[in-house]
Each structure stands twice: as structure tokens, then as C-alpha cells.
């Protein structure tokens, strides 16, 4: 069945790089772009950016350009998205959910791994 | 980009129906009808329950429906069930290439 498999818990110091894989299953990963989005303890969802595994293009939400990257690995179907200068307040789940329809629409987020919990603690 | 405004709360009886708002601006929900709907329970993941303002993915139940108006979007849930108690929230594209989510509902069968 069409699965997003992601990394374990992290626990990081403020001013590292924490970097979540995303392994996904069950259908043609160059197929669909993936999405980022965290939550932050007891907060909304709040998208992070996007990635095309099959040429790599990616697009990021304004409020994280700089900070954040997102790659991918077509031989594993994996994708990655590394966050760095990391502070407290990212302290948060991350997810990674593929779009469903093929096309980038930022819309239709059908597919979510289950979470990785990054918490940033000195 | 603004989170989209969502009540941060609702309730109702089981088999009552609720509605959910989601408003935005022109910039993104009365813009384009990329808006999508998802169900989160406690300590999971979001699940997808309406797309494109109001298709249905395959295995959603039929008494969850979208709609919009204007800037604002709607989520009905009818027939409620205890099950149905979650957070809901709203996604939308937006005219900065980006994707904005509402700030979430709480939904209480009560």
C-alpha cells in the first residue's frame, strides 16, 4: 500500500542542523511532489515547502528561505528535508505528505508520513 | 502569508450537523478552488477529507462536504458521529506560490 515511512526523534541544541528523511512506498515516487509541514506543540499545521522528486525543483515558504532544504534520493524513493540554525521555537512534529494529484497545486495532501518530533533544547 | 481564520471551536449532538468556516482573502481561498480539508486526531497525522473545495477522496464518508462562498470556505459534517470528534483544518493556495493552512477547529460530539 502507498506509505511515507519518516526518521526518528531528534533532540538537538539550539544552533544545530536537524535533517528527517521521508521514505515512500507504494507507487511511482517520481510521480507525485512531496510537501513539508510541522506542527509545533499544541499549535495549527504550518507548511515548511515542496519538492518535485522527479527533477528536484523545490519551492519554500518565505518565512523559512534560508533555513531550510529539501532533496531527494530516486534510487531509495526517499526524500529529505534539513532545517538548520535550529532554535526553540522549532521545536515541533514534522510531516511529509504527498500530493495526490500529480500536478503542484498545494492542494490535496493525501498521503502523511507519521511524524518526526524534533525538539531543541540546550 | 496569514493563516486562514477558522473558529477555534465547535460542537454538536451526535446526529446534528456542524459547519466549519475557513476565510480568507482573495489571495488565496476566493482566488482559486485549491482548497482542502483535514481531520486531525490526537497524536496522529492529518487525513485528507475534502479537496478542491468539495471532492471527496475514495473512503471518506458522504456525510462530510465542502463548499465556498466569496473568500470563505466551508466544511459540513452531517449525521455526527462520536468518531468525528478531531481537529479540522483548512489549506489553501496562494497567489505567492505557497500553501496557508487555517488555524484549526476543535470539533466536539457532545
Known amino acids: 500500500q502507498v506509505q511515507l515511512v519518516q526518521s526518528g526523534a531528534e533532540v538537538k541544541k539550539p544552533g544545530a542542523s536537524v535533517k528527517v528523511s521521508c521514505k515512500a512506498s507504494?507507487?511511482?515516487?517520481?510521480?507525485?511532489?512531496m510537501h513539508w509541514v510541522r506542527q509545533a506543540p499544541g499549535q495549527g499545521l504550518e507548511w515548511m515547502g515542496v519538492i518535485n522528486p522527479s527533477g528536484g525543483s523545490t519551492s519554500y515558504a518565505q518565512k523559512f528561505q534560508g533555513r531550510v532544504t529539501v532533496t531527494r534520493d530516486t534510487s531509495t524513493s526517499t526524500v529529505y528535508m534539513e532545517l538548520s540554525s535550529l532554535r526553540s521555537e522549532d521545536t515541533a512534529v514534522y510531516y511529509c505528505?504527498?500530493?495526490?494529484?500529480?500536478?503542484?497545486?498545494?492542494?490535496?495532501?493525501?498521503?502523511w508520513g507519521q511524524g518526526t518530533t524534533v525538539t531543541v533544547s540546550s | 502569508q496569514s493563516a486562514l481564520t477558522q473558529p477555534a471551536s465547535v460542537s454538536g449532538s451526535p446526529g446534528q450537523s456542524i459547519t466549519i468556516s475557513c476565510t480568507g482573502t482573495s489571495s488565496d481561498v476566493g482566488g482559486y478552488n485549491f482548497v482542502s480539508w483535514y481531520q486531525q486526531h490526537p497524536g496522529k497525522a492529518p487525513k485528507l477529507m475534502i479537496y478542491?473545495?468539495?471532492n471527496r477522496p475514495s473512503g471518506v464518508s458522504n456525510r462530510f462536504s465542502g463548499s465556498k462562498s466569496g473568500n470563505t470556505a466551508s466544511l459540513t459534517i452531517s449525521g455526527l458521529q462520536a468518531e468525528d470528534e478531531a481537529d479540522y483544518y483548512c489549506?489553501?493556495?496562494?497567489?505567492?506560490?505557497?500553501?496557508?493552512f487555517g488555524g484549526g477547529t476543535k470539533l466536539t460530539v457532545l
Open positions: 505528505a504527498r500530493e495526490g494529484s500529480g500536478l503542484l497545486r498545494w492542494d490535496r495532501l493525501d498521503v
Open positions: 489549506s489553501s493556495y496562494t497567489t505567492s506560490s505557497s500553501l496557508v
Open positions: 507504494g507507487y511511482t515516487f517520481t510521480s507525485y511532489y
Open positions: 478542491d473545495v468539495s
